[in-house]
């Protein structure tokens, strides 16, 4: 019984885990159409970032204050990882507006010159990054049921960058004017609004969001420069699976590939676990191609 | 129309990712276990017959050129870098003192870039075109495995430096990393009589590891271990929430590691979190070395064991020495570890045998080579004449907060290596791979 609630908690981990690195994606890939494949290098610069702060803290300011460190870590690793996705949107990506297979070519490339980087700044071994106290151990709800604090910081953590985008998208004067540009793009033109300072700022926001994933990640596993690596193609597959240009779907998409992750990998192990749940995402969008939910607006289907 | 692009579009990019996971497995063991297939096993008695003096190229003017080939780009060059240094540090302190038979050593450095095919190439390229008296190189199975075909055809000279899966002796080859009863057997032994008799395996999902466990679970029946668990997850898998339900719901006494890269990383941090510490559950890693505990933490590792030939801390004249001089030569936060220490003392052991022989030929070199002594870093190694490994002893350290080890056992004197493990009666039939 306890087994079955912990594989439950464990699932809903793994979800948030896996919505946390999608979310960047789902805006620069799901809502602007760009194949984003340097997503999982931005994810790798907000880890950096987290080591970074880290390093500072130690070097600077008393111990007293070291366990603070992850509370700057976090908006630091945002405004880097957005920095960087504004600085390629600007030389690069700019110019391949409607052209998904050059995007995918490019970012790519992007991915390796970043992932090279890092190992000519940080070295080519891992760096270690120390869990702050607040966040260590776990909340013990009966015998042999667990939820560490970390999965339950990220679970949390989540649901703000949720909430944020939410707000963002669906709230504010900024993002009504981002949803007018990805839905038509001419129209919006026409009507005043400049693409160029949206599509701009919508891509830092993702790759920021990215980063924020990175930081969080930090807590849970490796940091290294192959570490986007890891991630990117679960990042793929939720917004895909969850319906490509809807925050909602993302959610469901997060949720669907995490439990099923899970289930499988109980019953069966890691790596055929692993085998089933792609068997179980591609029998599922031969059903629904269009993934959980999708958006109907005739502008998509002429958009690119 | 569209649809149909989008459709390609779609197609394109999971090949892709899969061509981006895939190098990221393949070449992505950035962790000590170098260490994969165990297929075929050369055995001794393969093809020498041409160039046999390409060796021995320069040898008339007053070098003799040696080849170092280690990834120093890519995904092992994580590991291997630290290697190269090393060997470069004995190359120059065997010239400070003299040379080799009054000549002085001349590195021919290449770059196998994390890919078996390249080392394949420039090891030829370094025995044909530079003519090097042997080369000291490799990290992964797979990159010795890919060389070891070109130093048989060609009867070159490969000093091997890493810890591997035993079965295999090649002619060309002398390997001065631990084969497998030398680190796993005799660890698992020691865990029997100090931890407890049940075991969960944990293992990246490729040869290496499955092999080691193939090998473990022999010994387990014979020597009245038990088996609670086995789980295998692919290279660079980082959410083990799963698997550490299941060893939690398995109970066992010892978990015996064979994860390798990254993934270490995630396991530990993970473990530690669902509140098992090394007072629970002792896990035994044979891929984690003090250049890997940097990289995840020694808090995290606090209390748990490894099973090598050297550490740092490993109390020898010699190793003082050796641990001083690498930090004054590549800065005061490098750190030595098992495979270093092994890289160091190929060249030693090759330079001995050189002087030995009193020529550079390949042959000749090898026939000087069996039962030659050396007191490295790590202690005394002779050089077994029958496979060309080397004896070492067997090492047990304890992770310490400060990221370094504290011995716990070792085995007193240097072990003879068994590759095949023939002086074990339960693993007859293991190596019949």
């Known amino acids: 019984m306890a087994l079955v609630l912990q594989q439950i908690l464990n699932g809903l981990s793994v979800s948030s885990i896996l919505l946390l690195i999608a979310l960047g994606l789902a805006i620069t890939f799901g809502l602007m159409k760009v194949i984003n494949m340097a997503h999982g290098e931005l994810i790798m610069i907000g880890a950096y970032t987290a080591y970074v702060v880290q390093g500072l803290f130690t070097s600077y300011l008393p111990e007293s204050v070291f366990d603070y460190y992850f509370v700057i870590a976090i908006p630091a690793s945002f405004l880097v990882a957005a920095l960087f996705g504004l600085v390629l949107e600007m030389t690069m990506i700019r110019y391949l507006y409607g052209r998904p297979l050059d995007s995918l070519l490019a970012t790519w490339g992007v991915g390796m010159i970043l992932q090279q980087l890092a190992r000519s700044i940080f070295g080519a071994p891992n760096v270690a990054v120390v869990s702050p106290s607040w966040l260590n151990g776990g909340l013990a709800i009966m015998p042999g049921l667990v939820l560490t604090y970390k999965r339950l910081f990220i679970i ?68 290294g420069p192959a570490l986007g690596t890891y991630y990117i193609v679960d990042a793929f597959m939720v917004v895909v699976l969850g319906g490509v240009g809807k925050l909602l779907g993302t959610v469901l998409g997060a949720l669907g590939m995490g439990l099923a992750n899970t289930l499988f990998e109980s019953l069966t192990d890691a790596s055929i676990g692993k085998v089933f749940v792609f068997i179980a995402v591609i029998a599922f969008l031969q059903w629904r191609p269009t993934g959980f939910v999708s958006l109907r607006t005739r502008a998509l289907d002429t958009s690119d | 129309m569209k649809r149909k692009n989008r459709k390609w579009i779609v197609l394109l990019i999971v090949g892709l990712m899969i061509a981006v996971t895939g190098c990221g497995g393949s070449t992505g063991t950035p962790a000590s276990g170098g260490n994969q297939t165990t297929g075929g096993g050369s055995s001794n008695g393969g093809t020498n017959t041409s160039g046999s003096e390409a060796g021995s190229g320069s040898e008339e003017s007053g070098e003799i050129k040696v080849g170092i080939l280690h990834s120093l780009s890519g995904t092992m060059a994580i590991s291997e870098v630290s290697v190269h240094d090393a060997e470069l540090m004995a190359i120059e302190e065997i010239n400070a003192a003299g040379g080799v038979l009054g000549k002085k050593l001349v590195p021919v450095i290449e770059d196998g870039a994390s890919e078996p095919a390249v080392f394949a190439e420039k090891a030829r390229k370094l025995i044909q075109q530079d003519g090097v008296a042997t080369v000291f190189g490799g990290w992964t199975s797979a990159s010795r495995k890919a060389m070891l075909p070109v130093f048989e055809e ?10 591997y899966e035993g079965l295999e002796a090649s002619p060309n080859i002398f390997y001065t990393g631990a084969t497998t009863n030398q680190q796993i057997v005799p660890s698992v032994t020691w865990l029997l009589e100090n931890r407890g008799t049940k075991f969960f395996l944990l293992g990246s999902d490729y040869v290496f590891p499955r092999t080691a466990n193939m090998i473990i679970k022999a010994q387990l029946e014979a020597e009245g271990g038990e088996v609670v668990g086995e789980e295998y997850t692919a290279l660079g898998h980082t959410d083990y929430s799963t698997v550490i339900s299941k060893i939690i719901a398995a109970g066992p006494d010892v978990i015996y590691n064979t994860l390798n890269g990254d993934s270490n990383v995630a396991f530990f941090k993970q473990l530690k979190d669902a509140g098992i510490t090394a007072d629970d ?153």
């Open chain 1, 156 to 223: 949390g953590l989540v649901i703000v960058c949720l909430l944020c985008m939410f707000l963002y998208i669906y709230r504010s004067a900024a993002g009504r004017r981002m949803r007018a540009v990805m839905q038509n793009r001419d129209m919006a033109a026409s009507l005043g609004i400049s693409t160029r300072k949206v599509d701009a700022a919508t891509f830092a926001i993702g790759a920021g969001i990215g980063g924020i994933a990175g930081c969080a990640l930090s807590l849970m596993g490796p940091i």
């Open chain 2, 154 to 163: 060609l009867n070159g000279l490969l000093w091997y430096p890493v810890q």
């Open chain 2, 281 to 433: 559950i002792t896990v035994l890693s044979v891929s984690v070395a003090e250049e890997e505990i940097r990289g995840i933490g020694a808090d995290v590792l606090e209390g748990h064991l490894a099973a090598w030939n050297y550490y740092q801390t490993t109390e020898t004249p010699e190793n003082e020495t050796f641990v001083a001089n690498y930090k004054a030569k590549y800065g005061d936060n490098r750190v030595t570890a098992d495979p270093i220490e092994a890289g160091y003392i190929a060249v030693y052991l090759w330079a001995a045998a050189v002087e030995k022989a009193g020529t550079t030929d390949v042959d000749a070199v090898k026939e000087a080579a069996k039962g030659l002594e050396f007191t490295g870093p790590g202690g005394k190694v002779t050089i077994d004449g029958d496979n060309q490994h080397i004896y070492k002893t067997v090492r047990i350290g304890q992770v310490q907060p400060d990221g370094q080890f504290l011995e716990l056992w070792n085995s007193g004197e240097p072990v003879k290596p068994d590759p095949y493990l023939e002086t074990y009666d339960w693993a007859a039939g293991l190596s019949g791979g």
